[in-house]
Structure formats: C-alpha cells, structure tokens
C-alpha cells in the first residue's frame, strides 16, 4: 500500500516564524502535491511537484515555496507564518499525471 | 480554476439516491472523485478519462460530459458509510489537478 506521511498533525507557530511542513512518500512516485484546505473553500492546490526539483505554482503560492531534494520528499514552506495561513495542509502524490492521488492525514497548523 | 460542485449539501435516509454535479469552466482531461470522511484524508472513488464514459464502484457510478465539461456522481440506495464530503478533481492538459469546494452528505437511519 502507498504511504504518504507527514511531519506533524498539528503544529502551533508564531506569527512570523519560518515554518517548515515535510511530506514523505514510499512508491516512487512522480507528482508530489500540497493543498491546504479551509471550510467552504476545499482543496485549494498551493504548489505541485512533476519531478525532483522541479515545481510548479498552483492557485496560491503567495508566502509559500517548497523544495524537492529527493525524489520521495517534498517540503512546504512558510518563509514568514501568518495568521491567515492557519489552516489544514494536505500532501499528496501520484504514480504520473492523471493518476489517483494518495493523500497523507494531514496537518493542522494554527498560526498565533 | 477550481470546479464547481452542486450541492454543497446534502441530507438523506437510508435507501434514498442522490446526484452531486461537478463542471468547469476549462477543457477537461479527466474527473477525480474523492471521498473524505470527518478527520481523514481524501480517498480516492475513481476516474473518469473519456467524454461519457461511465464508471461504477459499488453503488456510487459516475458520468462525464467532456463536451459540456461536467461530471456527475450517482450514489444509489444510499448507506450510512457513504456519509463524508465528495470532492471532484478536475484536471486538464497541464497536469494539474484542482479540487472543488465539496460537498457534504450525510446519511441518516
């Protein structure tokens, strides 16, 4: 079975710290996601990976990036925590484009 | 560029069926079905590649119009499992998924 693992499930940061949220996959997959998701609003796609160190924007990337060192991980990262960034942040990852995606449990980040 | 899916919500009773839309403004690829129950993550249902192709999983069947770029999902003789929030993921030539708002179902005895 795939396995997709996050770092924390919940996590409380203050408002300008650099926060660091890490997601781990175990099936080789090639796509890496990371979407945070808010009442009412969905999942909202913040930056996708195809390839390692390639990445590309999704629908808000503003105060966001990430990372893709290795293959199997993929990091997002809040360079500068803001209150309107507490939400829930879900990583996920597919085989190729169009595959299904597997989702890790997510993680709660509350930003005081 | 998110879909967009009706209804946000939805109550039923055992048995009964129900139908949650999904359209997009773009060309579609393909449509994603998810279903999250409270807490979890997002479990995939099934994908649908081809303009009317119709696919089942169970009791839960779903449509797309590639032409109209709509996708429809239709959960019959519903049970109390199939209580969660169902998400379509829509996805076009970029490769690139992106996920409507939800909707809520709850199933009651």
């Known amino acids: 079975d795939v396995k997709v693992t996050q770092s924390s499930r919940y996590l409380v940061k203050r408002t300008g710290e650099k926060v660091f949220l890490e997601c781990v996959q175990d099936?080789?997959?090639?796509?890496m996601f990371w979407y945070r998701q808010d009442p009412g609003l969905g999942l909202r796609l913040i930056y996708f990976?195809?390839?390692?160190?390639?990445?590309e924007k999704g629908d808000i990337p503003e105060g966001y990036s990430v990372s893709r060192e290795k293959k199997e991980r993929f990091s997002l990262i809040l360079e500068s925590a803001s209150t309107n960034q507490t939400s829930m942040y879900l990583c996920a990852s597919s085989l190729l484009a169009g595959n299904e995606q597997f989702f890790g449990p997510g993680t709660r980040l509350t930003v005081l | 560029q998110q879909p967009v899916q009706s209804p946000q919500a939805v109550i039923l009773r055992e048995g009964e069926d129900a139908v949650i839309n999904c359209s997009s403004s773009?060309?579609?690829?393909?449509v994603h079905w998810y279903r999250q129950k409270h807490g979890e993550a997002p479990v995939f249902l099934m994908i649908l590649l081809k303009g009317g192709e119709q696919k089942g999983h169970d009791k839960i069947s779903a449509s797309f119009n590639e032409k109209k770029q709509q996708s429809s999902l239709y959960l019959t003789a519903s049970q109390l499992s199939y209580s969660g929030t169902y998400f379509c993921g829509t996805e076009n030539n970029n490769n690139d998924m992106r996920f409507g708002a939800g909707t809520r179902l709850t199933v009651k005895p």
């Open positions: 990976s195809y390839d390692v160190k390639m990445k």
């Open positions: 099936m080789d997959h090639e796509n």
């Open positions: 773009k060309a579609l690829y393909s």
